[in-house]
């Protein structure tokens, strides 16, 4: 298995424009998660699938962030409009259940940086 | 939620044992501890869980103390690529409980 597959591994835009990250979970995984990981903050969960359906979105800063799965293999993270403040690394995680003997599987993140 | 307390950083000489404590006095009777670590420029990395018993794989130990309320997190050899920080976070079986990684703990192996 090629394990959770982000793009782009890196982004650099300008405030103000629209941006979308992208993440492939692992076949046959039923959770996927999406985690913010700052300096000041560390390793935040912004939100998280179960079966393709958003079970907690309580993470998300705000309404400029928006996530959504729309099969079992494909989720992206959308940012709009971006702000400087949302530099940070964009992980994606999956696992077969929330207790899964091997723990989340992270994808090797997004280092977005808006300039 | 249980709550995890962990050394900032800690230091270990390369081929030595390294040991990571981690306290999480709360931790109720269904809720396991999980080890992660996450090497610079990567996403976190599984290591080992455990519930009550000590655990031991390929990458590390675990020791779980009788009364659950701490445990360390032993790597028996450790390398340079050992350095990392480590993530000590306890999980629910079942439900919707998201664990939270907290800061962990740095660890430099050192030659």
């Known amino acids: 298995d090629a394990g959770v597959i982000q793009s782009p591994r890196h982004e650099v835009t300008e405030m103000g424009q629209e941006v979308t990250l992208r993440c492939k979970p692992i076949s046959g995984h039923d959770y996927l998660f999406w985690y913010r990981q700052t300096m000041m903050r560390g390793l935040e969960l912004l939100i998280y699938?179960?079966?393709?359906?958003?079970?907690?979105d309580s993470g998300m800063p705000e309404d400029r962030f928006s996530a959504k799965m729309p099969n079992a293999s494909f989720s992206t993270l959308k940012i709009q409009p971006s702000e400087p403040r949302d530099s940070a690394v964009y992980f994606c995680?999956?696992?077969?259940?929330?207790?899964?003997?091997?723990?989340?599987?992270f994808g090797s993140g997004t280092r977005l940086t808006v300039v | 939620d249980a709550k995890t307390t962990q050394p900032p950083s800690m230091d270990c000489a390369e081929g030595r044992a390294a040991n990571l404590p981690c306290n999480h006095s709360t931790i109720s009777g269904n809720e396991y501890v999980y080890w992660y670590r996450q090497i610079h420029s990567q996403g976190p990395q599984y290591i080992i869980h455990?519930?009550?018993n000590n655990e031991t794989n390929e990458m590390a130990s675990l020791i779980i103390t009788e009364d659950r309320k701490s445990s360390t997190l032993i790597l028996p050899h450790a390398t340079l690529r050992d350095t990392a920080v480590y993530y000590c976070i306890v999980r629910a079986s079942g439900g919707s409980y998201i664990p939270t990684f907290g800061r962990g703990t740095s660890l430099i192996v050192h030659p």
């Open positions: 995680a999956s696992s077969h259940q929330m207790l899964d003997s091997d723990g989340y599987t």
């Open positions: 699938f179960n079966n393709n359906v958003p079970i907690d």
């Open positions: 455990g519930l009550k």
